[in-house]
């Protein structure tokens, strides 16, 4: 394995499922959900199946698809694109983030990013030569994420090739303000650099957040250097049919095309036109999914008080982090791989998606993306540490 690899074991989610799978713990760690996405979606993809649709899709995606990807976004951002030229289809998020990176990053190019980060960022960082110049966001007096604006323009150097966003965040569920995105835009234009958003929890920013979510591409100035990044995993409740996209100005989704197409060409062909029947639904298949994931959040948040957690609020995703300090716990990492025998649940400890890990060692996030019984059960569990 090449050395620029060697750092990378298996992923969290990984390890912590196989161990939910061992012990037969309530699994709250790795985000999927337990239930199924649209009906019409599934209908959808198994007349797709049933009609031939089996063979290679076009590199950028079928039109159907791009054209939905298109109207969707315009319908909920406000943002105007040409379906032929300005998105891409990409299997799932993952494979967009990295053939951006991959596309746009010279070895040596350095990539602002936040911590704690997504781990596939530091992974297709480093495969691309690049380097990571992580800003750490903290929770504030309220318990809501955020970053100094020192450090962000320190972060900035003459090597700064693109700034990678993710709001909603992942693990934290704080959603980026738009105070917050406004510096991180005048430094992106000061810099001359692109940004790279990763918005697959753009459906999921919950009634009591303090902020909607704003798409950092809307902002003046941004729409021409940013590449804006979603999926259909987590707004339909599909993450094993990896159909994700990127949207931008054409030179820049032309350049994620380039790479994409020596990564895995194309993906997803009978799927591709369900996820182009799922964008087009209704506004209030939207709401009504927030919603449900909303209560739901609530009753394990309510469930990790009673069992002694502090809990930081969560505005967005479907992810919670919890302070274990108050249960005596003091590394979330020696936490999350003793909880399946203590108690049954299995979490995951937010520490690994730092570079400074002493930053979240008292933290562990828990996904209540999960049946109401199912999260019930946890928090029975959780009960016991007390
Ligand atoms: N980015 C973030 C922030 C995520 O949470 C996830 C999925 N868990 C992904 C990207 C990957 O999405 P996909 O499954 O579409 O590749
Ligand atoms: N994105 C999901 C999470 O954060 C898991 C994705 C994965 O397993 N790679 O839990």
């Known amino acids: 394995l090449v050395g620029r690899m060697r750092p990378f074991g298996t992923t969290i989610f990984t390890e912590m499922s196989a161990l939910a799978a061992r012990t037969g713990s309530v699994n709250l760690g790795q985000g999927f959900p337990d239930t199924d996405g649209p009906p019409e979606m599934l209908a959808a993809a198994a007349e797709a199946l049933r009609s031939g649709a089996n063979q290679y899709p076009p590199l950028p995606g ?32 993952t494979e967009a983030v990295a053939a951006a990176i991959l596309a746009l990053c010279e070895a ?181 999914f927030r919603d449900g994931l909303q209560a739901r959040r609530d009753r394990l948040v309510a469930g990790l008080t009673d069992a002694g957690f502090g809990v930081l609020p969560s505005e967005g995703t479907y992810f919670v982090t919890a302070d274990i300090t108050p249960l005596g716990g003091t590394d979330g990492v020696d936490f999350c791989r003793t909880l399946p025998e203590r108690c049954g649940v299995v979490a995951v400890p937010t520490q690994v998606f730092y570079d400074h890990q002493e930053q979240g060692r008292r933290l562990i996030r828990f996904a209540f993306c999960k049946r109401e019984e199912v999260i019930d059960e946890a928090a029975r569990r959780l009960r016991t540490l007390a």
Request: glycine share 8%; with cysteine.
């Open 62 to 93: 079928i039109p159907a698809l791009r054209q939905a990807v298109v109207a969707h976004e315009e319908r909920f951002w406000g943002l105007t694109r040409d379906a032929d030229t300005e998105v891409v289809v990409t299997a799932g998020a």
């Open 108 to 288: 040596g190019d350095e990539v602002v990013c936040f911590e704690p980060y997504y781990d596939s960022y530091a992974a297709s960082i480093a495969l691309a030569g690049a380097v990571r110049r992580p800003v750490t966001l903290r929770p504030g007096a309220d318990g809501r994420y955020g970053f100094d604006e020192a450090d962000l323009r320190a972060a900035f150097g003459p090597r700064t090739r693109m700034v990678l966003l993710n709001s909603p965040h992942n693990p934290t569920g704080t959603v980026f303000t738009t105070d917050q995105l406004t510096l991180i835009a005048r430094l992106c234009q000061e810099h001359d650099v692109y940004a790279v958003t990763d918005e697959v929890y753009e459906h999921l920013v919950f009634t009591d957040s303090a902020t909607p979510h704003v798409p950092l591409a809307t902002l003046p100035g941004m729409r021409e250097r940013t590449l804006r990044i979603s999926s259909a995993g987590k707004s339909f409740s599909c993450t094993g049919w990896k159909v994700g996209w990127a949207t931008g100005p054409a030179p820049l989704v032309s350049a994620v095309q380039r790479v994409k197409q020596f990564l895995t060409f194309v993906n997803a062909g009978p799927l591709q036109p369900a996820v182009a029947v799922a964008l087009a639904l209704p506004d209030t298949y939207f709401t009504t």
